[in-house]
C-alpha cells in the first residue's frame, strides 16, 4: 500500500523532489531555461561549472557529451513531453550518470547560493525549483532498478551509491550560504507575504532546511553528515537483507500437501516451483501475496506453521542477514541526530510539519482505537476455537491459525466464499473498473498506448495517455506494472515519473501503479481478491492524486505523510458502488454480473475479522511509536518488541503485522519512520469523508461532491494546508465516530 517510500526519503530533503520534479522542456521552456542558466554562468564558480552550464546553449560541449554517452542522463524525448528510454536501461551506466547528475545539481545550487545579487524568491528560491533537472531523470531509472527490476548487479551499484547520494544530500541541505538566503527570504516573507503558493514554498523550503541542521555550528553539522551517511547504508543493508530473506526461503510442496488450497493457487505455485527449476512441485514463495493464501486456505497445520515462520523471521533468522542490531543503530543514530537539533526524540522531530503535529495526538487516535481492537479479537478467536472444537480439531488458536479459521467463520456466518468472490474479480474488468470511477469523478479518460511509440522497462508494463473527457486536453500518462516477479519488491504502489508544475506552462504527468499479482498460466485469467481489489483502487487513488495536480511549483506536490494515504483510502470506497459493482464485477468465464446476495455478504463481511485487521495495523504502529519516543542508547529490539508488545496488552494469536526486523517502511528508509500511524489518522478523514458521499443527493457520483473531491482534496497537493482543506471540502474538522461505525467498534462517548 505504500506510496513510493524511495519518493518519500527523496521528497525530505529540503524541497528537493527528485521524483517529483521534472520538466520536460517545450521550446518556449527551453528558452527561458538557457537564459536561467546563462544568469548562473555569470557567478559560477570554476570552468567546469562553466562548461555545464554553457552546454545549455551549445550542443557540442563536454556535458552533452557525457550525455549523450549515458542515456540515463540524456533528455527524455519521444511523445507526450518526452518520456524516460525505460528501453535503453542498463545498469553499468547508472553509477557515472548518478555522479555526473548530483554534480551538475551540486553546481547549479552553488551558484544559486553565491549570486552576488540580494536573495529573492526568483533568485533563489524559483531557482531551486529549477535547478535538479538530470538528477530527477536519473532517479527516475535508480527507482524502477530499487523496486522493479533489482538485480545483484544493481545491488552492488547500490551500495556503492547509497552514501554517496545521502553526501550529495548534505551538501545541499547544510549549504550555509543557500541557507541565508533562504533565511532572509522567509524573514522578508514572514513580514510580507508573498502570494500564497509562493509564501508556502517559502515556508516548506525553510523549514526542510532547518529541521535538516541548517542551524547547526560546523562540527555539529560534519556530524550530522556522517550520521546520514552511516543511516544511508544502513537502510541499505536492512532491505537488501529482507529481500535475501524473501528470495532464499521457499517453502516446497508436493501434491499429496494441497488439501484446501484453490486451484488458481495451485497453478501458479506449480509454476512458481518450475521457475525455480523444481519441475512438478508447489513453491510457497516468501510473500505476502503467497503466505497470506496459503495460511488462509491449507489445511495442513504444520505446514501453515512452517510458513508462517517462515515469512515472519524474514529478517530475524541470526545470521548474517539478521537485522536486529541493523535496528539498534538506526535507532542511535537516528537519536543521536535529532539530539543535535535540541529535539527530545525522533519522534517529535519528525511530527512538526505532519498534520497530527506531534507524537501525543499520534498516539492518542491510536490508544483510543486500540481497547476496542482488542476487545473484538477476544470475540473472534472464541468464534474461531468454536469452530475448530465442533470439528473435534484438538487445538488452541494460534497465530498460524487465524487466517484459517477466520475463513471458516467468514464462511458459516457471512457464507462467503473467497475464492468464489474472486472469479468475479478479473484483472482487466477492474482496469476498465478504475477509468470509469476516474472518468465519472474526475472527467478523465485513459486510452491505451500500443504503438509502441513509449518504452517500458518489462513486457508487462502497460500505458495508457490520461486525457480530459470533454475537452481531449492532455493531462499525462498512466503506466502499470501489475504482476509479480524475482527482483521486483512485495506489495503494492504508485509513483511518478514527472510531476505536475504550472509556473512556466502546464507539465504534464507521468504517473504509475505496481502491484505483485500473480501472473496466470497462459490463457487462463488474472483474478485477485477482494482485499487485492481494493489495494489496486488505493493505488489508483494515489496516482489520479498525481495525476490531478493543480500547483504552481514542482515542491508543492510533496505528500503530507499522515495526509497522503487518505485520497487513495478514500478512492476505495467506489470499489463498493453498484456502479463499479455491476458494470465490472462479472464472471471470468460467463461474463455474469456478481450475484447481489453476494455482494450482500461481501459488503455485510466488511466488518468481519477487523479485530485481526486493526489489531495487526496498531501493533505495528504503536511499535513504531514507540522506539522512536525512547532513548535508544541500550537497546536490544528483540527484546524491545517482546516487552513492548506485552506491555500493549498484544493478544498472543495475533503477529505485528510487519514485525520489527522486516518493518521496511520504518527501517529500509526514513519513508513510514514514526508515521506507519498515519495510514489510521487517513482512515480517520477517509470513513469522516466518504460518509459526505454518503449522505450526497446522488451519493458517491453527486457531482458538487466530486467537484468539491477534486478542488479541495486532490488538486492542491500540499499549496494548502491540509486540515485546512480538509474543512473546504467538508465544513468542519473530521472525528473519528465514523471510522469506528466502519470498523463495527463502539463509537466513543464524549
Ligand atoms: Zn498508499
Known sequence: MAYNQFTWQLTRILGINPYFRRIKFTLRNYQNMKNVHNTFLKYSLGISTLLLFASCADSTTEKDKTMNDNPLLAEWTGPYQGVPAFDKMDVIHLQPAMETAMQMHLTEIDAIAHNTDAPTFENTILAMEKAGEEINRVFTYYGIWSSNLSTPEFREVQGVL??????????????????????????????????????????????????????????????????????????????????????????????????????????ASAKAASDRGQEGQYAITNTRSSMDPFLTYSDERDLREKVWRTYYSRGDNQDEYDNNEVIAQILKLRHERVQLLGYENYAQWRLQDRMAKNPDNAMELMETVWPAALARVEEEVAEMQAIADAENANITIEPWDYRYYAEKVRKAKYDLDSDEVKQYLELNNLTDAIFYVAGELFNYEFTPITDGSVPVFHEDVKVWEVTFKDSGVHIGLFYLDPFARQGKRSGAWATQYRSHANYDGKRNVLSSNNSNFVKAAPGESVLISWDDAETFFHEFGHALHFLSSEVKYPTLNSGVRDYTEFQSQLLERWLYTDQVINRFLKHHKTGEVIPEALVEKIKNASTFNQGFATTEFLGSALMDMKYHTVDPTDINPREFEKETL?????????????????????????????????????????????????QAPGGFYDEEMADKLVKYLFAPRNAMDPAEAYRLFRGRDATIDALMRDRGFPVPKK
Open 646 to 694: 506485552k506491555a500493549l496488552g498484544m493478544p498472543k494469536e495475533i503477529v505485528m503485522r510487519h514485525r520489527s526486523p522486516h518493518f521496511g517502511h520504518v527501517f529500509s528508509s526514513e519513508g513510514y519512520a514514526t508515521a506507519y500511524y498515519g495510514y489510521m489518522w487517513a482512515d480517520v478523514l477517509t470513513s469522516d469523508a466518504a460518509e459526505a458521499f454518503e
Open 162 to 267: 547509497s552514501p554517496k547520494i545521502s553526501e550529495y544530500r548534505s551538501k545541499i541541505s547544510q549549504n550555509q550560504a543557500l541557507f541565508q538566503r533562504i533565511k532572509t527570504i522567509y524573514e522578508n516573507a514572514q513580514k510580507n507575504p508573498l502570494e500564497a503558493e509562493q509564501q508556502r514554498l517559502v515556508e516548506l523550503t525553510y523549514q526542510e532546511f532547518e529541521m535538516n541542521g541548517a542551524n547547526l555550528n560546523e562540527e555539529q553539522k560534519k556530524r550530522y553528515a556522517e550520521i546520514n551517511k552511516e543511516l544511508a547504508a544502513l537502510y541499505t543493508t536492512f532491505s537488501n537483507n529482507v529481500l535475501h530473506d524473501e528470495e532464499s526461503y521457499v517453502t516446497f510442496i508436493t501434491k499429496d500437501q494441497l488439501s484446501g488450497l484453490p486451484e488458481s493457487f495451485i497453478n
